[in-house]
């Protein structure tokens, strides 16, 4: 499998998710989500397997994988020597300034760690010593030189940076560091025995014990948080850890630095030095990690696993699926009294030789299965939401830690009910000797990077065998150790110094792709993730019979806390036979796939950043910029008055003589006529380039305007309509109201929420009302039709409510400290007031003006 493209975006952090401090991690829960006893801390029993590759795909290492995939010494063609000297430069600097950032974290855990040896040696040699001098050493062993070669690479580097200017050169210093990997070398051979013997002495020692448990590591300088506490056996993996991550860093250097710049020939020989070093010490850890051999007496691997739910007995359970040399093997958490280890429970498993992936044709039609309705996930995404900005602003407010846990418990619970239900792409797999298993994914990347790895394993000769109740104990129980994903995808399970990720819209054009070794119908797809799971938000138009499409087209995509972009090339299928029975879609090809990470000092700039993603020998290239929500929420009044996008609605209205302006009623005419059965459609985002062209022919009243509509995209049309009311200056139902709206919404009686959200409507100026009531009729027409087009009134909701409600200036609330607060806060009520309309009965203009005598209250 080809390693995921990482181009263009400087590696800044490489997050740890070897240990996760959050207590509601999957060690609490069984596949079901139900509580279970805690067990003890896990002992690591075995050696870490070091990842020599520079993706953030979770794999032991792209050596284990098959040949080819490690870093090059060199950059990817085209990429060095292609360096703007400026832009090189500047790029360098953030790289360096991340990387300095994350080294003087890892200074500060190298210096919590050595903090207890003194006092401990010191006590060694009295009457009652917590530890005997030779376990000390053991423990710590080469962690002072450790210590005291970062820090001298660290006291080098940080005037480099800090007086950054173009002729700088720090080559020499990434060399020494390499130079000095031999005591990597010796730490790493003894990495095993220190966490044993650490582990006995706390089983022995009380003193000890608590001492490991509780490390204090300093904050960074420009952190509010002067300390954390951190576990002895998280901050002993920490140099193995640092390793991979120097040498990503030193890949990201040479990528931008310029060929004939001084440093270039020195990054490459440090380079070349840390990845002969971690293929040494692969090789020696190779054994440790091995469960137990196969039939055929070689080394069983683990290469993959995660987390998936499988359709068993009609329900959903969240299964830990484990991919071997030779077989996969699918586990729930056994459910564990207190105080003993947690394991594995098999629940089947696969020879791969005896594992086929059935044709659509071939593959029987599965039980039905129960989707939940959309508007339930929206509503568990609002409550995480909600919850999210609570722990804030407990947090924030320094409350109990008691709350602060009881809240964060909830929100897993809400996280983990999304993961459970949100997924929808069968995945199957049949054992040709028995029974098949149904998987449902939430992404096409990942049904493909499980096939791929599963049919890579496959093209060696296996063999089909039967474990013994013994071999399947080893098998199940080494599971445990093996894992290389040890916490369900939820952002619960986040650490709080970890990222949030993006909240705002991501704006990207895919521009062109080659590679490809013959012509064929082609189109790409746009993937974020999204609340711990990865959702196809965008697809270009199908390129035909070409082997060199160039779609140029823009996508608005929406940002919920997103940390990844990925982008799938497909060939488009005609073969009506090719339908899968499980969802009735027609499958269509995948060509290739890459991913990149969203890192916010790169994307937060004003301009496009363009980039080349390589996915197996294909190259894509688009170009991305990110607006943040809380500037995407300012409504910007056009300067001309002439168009219509940005002027006020009563100004439209009057000069079209009309009560609905234009734009609204051919762009819903248009929906009506051609899109009403269109899955996503108001959610798919359209072709940006499409939407700007039919902005300006709008603005322009051209005549062309009807020829040009029954040509565009339907999703560029829906677009356009979106926008038209996204750019208003005020929102359509009015600044002035909005406070009232809110109010509103929030009433418990229904009468006195009846009589005031109608009496608000009458408070409308008639342009807008009328516009709200055609548009709501619209809505409701669109709806009708969710069994085809999958857009139920509470995603219709979601999607129009901000638009329509969002005030033209965000007041500041010395509450709301983040976008994301905002997002959860008021957009919630936004959608909320919509929806009470949307499910309203009819509501004519003429009845409620009709009903104004009866109520004359100021609003």
């Known amino acids: 499998m080809e390693p995921l493209s990482h181009r263009g975006l400087p590696r800044l952090s490489w997050i740890d998710t070897l240990y996760s401090n959050f207590s509601y991690a999957t060690d609490d829960y069984d596949a079901e989500g139900h509580e279970e006893q805690k067990g003890p801390p896990e002992g690591s029993e075995t050696m870490p397997y070091i990842d020599e590759s520079p993706t953030m795909s979770p794999q032991l290492s792209t050596r284990s994988q098959g040949g080819g995939d490690s870093i090059s010494p060199t950059p990817p063609e085209g990429l060095a020597h292609g360096v703007e000297a400026g832009k090189g430069l500047e790029m360098r600097k953030l790289v360096l300034s991340g990387f300095l950032a994350s080294e003087e974290i890892y200074i500060n855990q190298l210096e919590a760690l050595l903090l207890p040896m003194k006092p401990l040696k010191a006590t060694a040699t009295t009457s009652q010593p917590v530890l005997t001098i030779q376990q000390i050493e053991t423990i710590f062993y080469k962690i002072q030189d450790i210590y005291e070669i970062h820090k001298e690479f660290y006291d080098n580097l940080c005037p480099k940076v800090q007086q950054w200017d173009s002729q700088v050169t720090m080559g020499h210093l990434f060399q020494k560091l390499a130079s000095q990997l031999g005591v990597y070398k010796a730490f790493v051979d003894n990495y095993k025995v220190a966490l044993e013997t650490a582990e006995k002495c706390s089983q022995s020692n009380n003193q000890f014990q608590k001492i490991s448990e509780e490390l204090k590591v300093k904050g960074p300088k420009d952190s509010k948080d002067s300390h954390t506490s951190v576990t002895m056996e998280a901050l002993l993996y920490k140099p193995i850890d640092r390793v991979t991550r120097s040498t990503l860093v030193l890949h990201d250097l040479l990528k931008h630095t310029p060929v004939d710049h001084p440093d270039y020939p020195l990054l490459q020989d440090a380079l070349r030095i840390s990845q002969n070093f971690l293929s040494s010490i692969n090789e020696d850890i190779d054994p440790r990690r091995t469960a137990v051999t196969t039939p055929k007496g070689e080394t069983r691997q683990l290469v993959k696993d995660g987390f998936l739910v499988e359709m068993s007995e009609s329900s959903r359970k969240l299964r830990h699926v484990f991919l071997f040399t030779d077989v996969l093997l699918c586990a729930k958490l056994k459910k564990t009294s207190a105080g003993k280890h947690q394991q594995y429970d098999c629940k089947w498993y696969i020879p791969l030789a005896d594992l086929v992936f059935p044709s659509p044709e071939e593959s029987e039609a599965s039980p039905q299965v129960h989707l939940f309705p959309d508007h339930e996930l929206e509503d568990m995404k609002m409550k995480i939401s909600a919850l999210k900005s609570e722990i804030q602003k407990e947090k924030a407010n320094k409350g109990q830690s008691r709350a602060i846990e009881r809240l964060k418990k909830k929100m897993f619970e809400n996280e983990f009910l999304l993961l459970l239900n949100s997924p929808t792409i069968p995945f199957r797999i049949h054992n040709r000797n028995g029974k098949s298993y149904l998987f449902l994914l939430s992404s096409d990347y990942e049904r493909s990077e499980w096939r791929e790895a599963i049919q890579k394993l496959q093209k060696k000769d296996l063999q089909a065998f039967v474990l013994s109740s013994v071999e399947l104990q080893v098998l199940t129980g080494s599971c445990f150790k093996l894992r290389t994903v040890h916490n369900i995808p939820v952002t619960s399970n986040k650490d709080d110094d970890e990222s949030p990720g993006l909240y705002g819209f991501l704006h990207v054009i895919v ?349």
């Open 511 to 859: 521009h062109s792709a080659k590679g490809f070794k013959q012509s064929a119908n082609l189109y790409c797809t746009l993937e974020v993730d999204s609340f711990g799971y990865f959702v196809s938000k965008a697809k270009t138009r199908v390129f035909r019979d070409t082997a060199e499409p160039k779609w140029d087209e823009e996508f608005e995509i929406e940002l919920e806390g997103s940390q990844s972009l990925r982008i799938l090339c497909y060939e488009k299928c005609y073969d009506k036979t090719k339908v899968n029975k499980d969802n009735n879609e027609i499958v269509d090809k995948i060509m290739g796939k890459g991913q990149i990470q969203l890192d916010p000092q790169t994307v937060e700039t004003k301009n496009w950043h363009t980039d080349v993603i390589e996915m197996n020998g294909i190259k894509v290239e688009f170009s991305m910029k990110f607006t943040s929500r809380d500037m995407s929420l300012k409504r910007t009044p056009s300067k001309k008055q002439t168009g219509v996008f940005g002027v006020k609605i009563s100004v439209v209205t009057k000069r079209e003589r009309s009560k609905v302006p234009y734009i609204v009623r051919q762009c819903v005419e248009e929906v009506e006529k051609r899109g009403i059965e269109e899955v996503g459609i108001y959610r798919i985002s359209g072709v940006a380039t499409d939407i700007q062209a039919l902005k300006a022919v709008f603005d322009a009243n051209n005549k062309d305007i009807l020829l040009m509509l029954s040509d565009m995209d339907i999703n560029a049309i829906a677009g356009t309509l979106k926008l038209y009311f996204r750019e208003l200056p005020e929102p359509l139902l009015t600044d002035r109201l909005y406070p009232a709206f809110m109010e509103g919404i929030a009433l418990s009686d229904p009468a006195a929420k009846e009589n005031c959200m109608m009496h608000l409507l009458r408070s409308l100026p008639d342009p807008n009302l009328i516009t709200f009531l055609f548009l709501l009729e619209h809505l409701k027409r669109v709806a009708e039709k969710e069994p085809i087009n999958k857009m139920s009134l509470h995603n219709l909701a979601t999607v129009f409510g901000p638009t329509l409600l969002r005030p033209s200036e965000v007041e500041s609330k010395a509450h709301l400290t983040s976008a994301a607060d905002i997002w959860s806060h008021d957009v919630m009520a936004q959608v909320q007031v919509l929806l009470y309309y949307l499910q309203h009965p009819p509501i004519s203009f003429a009845e409620l003006k009709r009903n104004t005598l009866y109520f004359s209250t100021d609003v």
